[in-house]
């Protein structure tokens, strides 16, 4: 049953998001240096047509037109990220006062125009220096990003109610690690392992610079996860579907809310031989408590055990099917983005719901949700982009469904605010509300636009 208006408590907050990667562009203007998204996205083979981030969307140099867009919109919070290579070359040590300068100029105009900023520090562009010296598989780059992190505190914290940490570590190890289809790009699921301690040991470790600040505002972390649901009740399918959270959400929800790995993963990943690198003191530094939880959510599927079959020969390959032993199912009229990802809003209320019982309901802002349609510009240049607003139709009333169960909802940021370079698929993938000609920069508003703004001027009505 579609609801006439929804049910989102007071000061929930309608948004939009963008990382500074994907839009920035002017790569080496100003003092910045290289991050490992450049080194990838330069070297042949790795992002679809050759495409780099080196002019992206020119947002560096546009904050007045961005900021307009946003007011156009009519949203109350923007989440974007900032370089880390932009405003501290090095990767630690001194400020680039022509980076940070741009940050306190996008931060002022959203403030100006009665927008909050909602800042993530880690959005995926490690500096290559860092890189350089071991990157995320030395335990000193955490080190590192707590450093960072207080530096932005210092430089912006006045300013900015709302920090997130790292976005979508499972991303950022695992993609980038064991599969490596992300910067920097390595096979190796022993490292990915060790990554994604490190990352979650600098959450916990920008967490307590936070505290010792005695910064205002509140501070999360932005893990994006996903639903499996078991195709048959075949205790089997069941159990596979446990592995497959298991793998993706669990390995970092719990030891940012218990404190500790889960131990059927902890004994998979044993018997492989790999062991996360755990010290003294780690876990209990990961699970200091937060004031929101960020969840990026774009698609879920219905997933069974993986039937018996040859192993995979590449070694990775096959240590992923170890662990998981599961696989997806194609369901005859199941909707999929331009991107080939499932269509299944019902997943967003599921684990809202799981997030609910297992975690002790922790306050969340979804700090991404949208879907990639590649429809342009027709002959009187209107894009009429009528899956994506069927898409955000379908989640925000999934937001909703979980509201009224009892999730506690404080925010909905839509991704994204414009076509961006979305990784390593390059230009060819939109998931923007504005379109961008990558050819002139030029922005235009799609039909999704104007959609989302009528539904946060009209205060939660089905659009």
């Given at each position: 049953m579609q609801p006439d208006h929804?049910?989102?408590?007071?000061?929930?907050?309608?948004?939009?998001?963008?990382?500074?990667?994907?839009?920035?562009?002017?790569?080496?203007?100003d003092g910045r240096t290289p991050s490992i998204w450049d080194t990838?996205?330069?070297?042949?083979?790795?992002?679809?047509?050759?495409?780099?981030?080196?002019?992206?969307c020119d947002s560096y140099r546009r904050v007045e037109e961005d900021v307009a867009l946003l007011r156009q919109l009519g949203v109350q919070a923007y989440r974007f990220s900032i370089s880390w290579s932009r405003v501290m070359p090095a990767g630690r040590g001194p400020l680039n006062p022509a980076g940070v300068d741009y940050y306190r100029r996008l931060v002022r105009g959203l403030r100006e125009a009665g927008i909050q900023p909602m800042v993530t520090l880690y959005h995926w562009d490690l500096p290559q220096a860092l890189q350089d010296e071991g990157g995320w598989a030395s335990r000193r780059c955490a080190h590192d990003f707590a450093?960072?992190?207080?530096?932005?505190f210092e430089a912006l914290g006045d300013e900015v109610p709302v920090w997130f940490t790292i976005n979508e570590p499972w991303c950022a190890s695992f993609l980038s690690y064991a599969?490596?289809?992300?910067?920097?790009?390595?096979?190796?699921l022993a490292r990915a392992v060790t990554v994604a301690h490190h990352l979650l040991l600098a959450h916990g470790l920008a967490v307590k610079e936070f505290r010792r600040g005695e910064f205002a505002g509140r501070i999360g972390i932005a893990p994006n996860v996903e639903w499996h649901e078991p195709?048959?009740?075949?205790?089997?399918?069941?159990?596979?579907?446990?592995?497959?959270?298991?793998?993706?959400?669990?390995?970092?929800?719990d030891p940012l809310y218990r404190g500790r790995y889960p131990s059927?993963?902890?004994a998979r990943y044993a018997a492989l031989g790999i062991h996360p690198p755990v010290e003294d003191g780690d876990m209990a530094t990961?699970?200091?408590?937060?004031?929101?939880?960020g969840i990026n959510y774009y698609s879920g599927c219905y997933s069974r055990e993986a039937l018996p079959a040859e192993p995979p020969a590449d070694e990775v390959a096959r240590q992923i099917h170890e662990l998981r032993r599961l696989e997806s199912v194609d369901v005859p009229g199941f909707k999929k983005t331009d991107i080939d990802w499932n269509i299944y809003a019902d997943g967003l209320y599921k684990v809202l719901s799981w997030?609910?019982?297992?975690?002790?309901?922790?306050?969340?802002?979804?700090?991404?949700?949208?879907?990639?349609d590649n429809t342009g510009p027709d002959a009187n240049g209107v894009i009429d982009d009528a899956a994506r607003i069927e898409y955000f139709r379908r989640h925000v009333i999934a937001l909703d469904r979980a509201v009224r169960a009892g999730s506690d909802l404080r925010g909905y940021m839509a991704w994204s605010l414009m076509d961006n370079f979305e990784w390593a698929y390059g230009y060819d993938m939109r998931f923007g509300l504005v379109h961008v000609d990558f050819d002139t920069l030029a922005r235009t508003p799609k039909e999704s636009f104007h959609w989302y703004r009528r539904l946060i001027q009209e205060g939660g009505c089905v659009a």
């Amino acid at each position: 049953m579609q609801p006439d208006h929804f049910s989102f408590p007071p000061g929930f907050l309608w948004g939009a998001a963008t990382s500074a990667y994907q839009i920035e562009g002017s790569t080496d203007a100003d003092g910045r240096t290289p991050s490992i998204w450049d080194t990838f996205a330069r070297t042949a083979g790795r992002v679809a047509n050759g495409d780099t981030g080196d002019r992206a969307c020119d947002s560096y140099r546009r904050v007045e037109e961005d900021v307009a867009l946003l007011r156009q919109l009519g949203v109350q919070a923007y989440r974007f990220s900032i370089s880390w290579s932009r405003v501290m070359p090095a990767g630690r040590g001194p400020l680039n006062p022509a980076g940070v300068d741009y940050y306190r100029r996008l931060v002022r105009g959203l403030r100006e125009a009665g927008i909050q900023p909602m800042v993530t520090l880690y959005h995926w562009d490690l500096p290559q220096a860092l890189q350089d010296e071991g990157g995320w598989a030395s335990r000193r780059c955490a080190h590192d990003f707590a450093n960072y992190a207080r530096a932005m505190f210092e430089a912006l914290g006045d300013e900015v109610p709302v920090w997130f940490t790292i976005n979508e570590p499972w991303c950022a190890s695992f993609l980038s690690y064991a599969y490596g289809l992300h910067a920097p790009g390595e096979r190796d699921l022993a490292r990915a392992v060790t990554v994604a301690h490190h990352l979650l040991l600098a959450h916990g470790l920008a967490v307590k610079e936070f505290r010792r600040g005695e910064f205002a505002g509140r501070i999360g972390i932005a893990p994006n996860v996903e639903w499996h649901e078991p195709y048959t009740s075949h205790p089997a399918d069941v159990a596979a579907c446990e592995r497959g959270l298991a793998w993706f959400n669990r390995w970092f929800l719990d030891p940012l809310y218990r404190g500790r790995y889960p131990s059927d993963m902890l004994a998979r990943y044993a018997a492989l031989g790999i062991h996360p690198p755990v010290e003294d003191g780690d876990m209990a530094t990961i699970a200091q408590p937060t004031d929101l939880l960020g969840i990026n959510y774009y698609s879920g599927c219905y997933s069974r055990e993986a039937l018996p079959a040859e192993p995979p020969a590449d070694e990775v390959a096959r240590q992923i099917h170890e662990l998981r032993r599961l696989e997806s199912v194609d369901v005859p009229g199941f909707k999929k983005t331009d991107i080939d990802w499932n269509i299944y809003a019902d997943g967003l209320y599921k684990v809202l719901s799981w997030i609910r019982e297992e975690y002790g309901n922790p306050p969340i802002v979804i700090t991404e949700n949208g879907a990639c349609d590649n429809t342009g510009p027709d002959a009187n240049g209107v894009i009429d982009d009528a899956a994506r607003i069927e898409y955000f139709r379908r989640h925000v009333i999934a937001l909703d469904r979980a509201v009224r169960a009892g999730s506690d909802l404080r925010g909905y940021m839509a991704w994204s605010l414009m076509d961006n370079f979305e990784w390593a698929y390059g230009y060819d993938m939109r998931f923007g509300l504005v379109h961008v000609d990558f050819d002139t920069l030029a922005r235009t508003p799609k039909e999704s636009f104007h959609w989302y703004r009528r539904l946060i001027q009209e205060g939660g009505c089905v659009a």
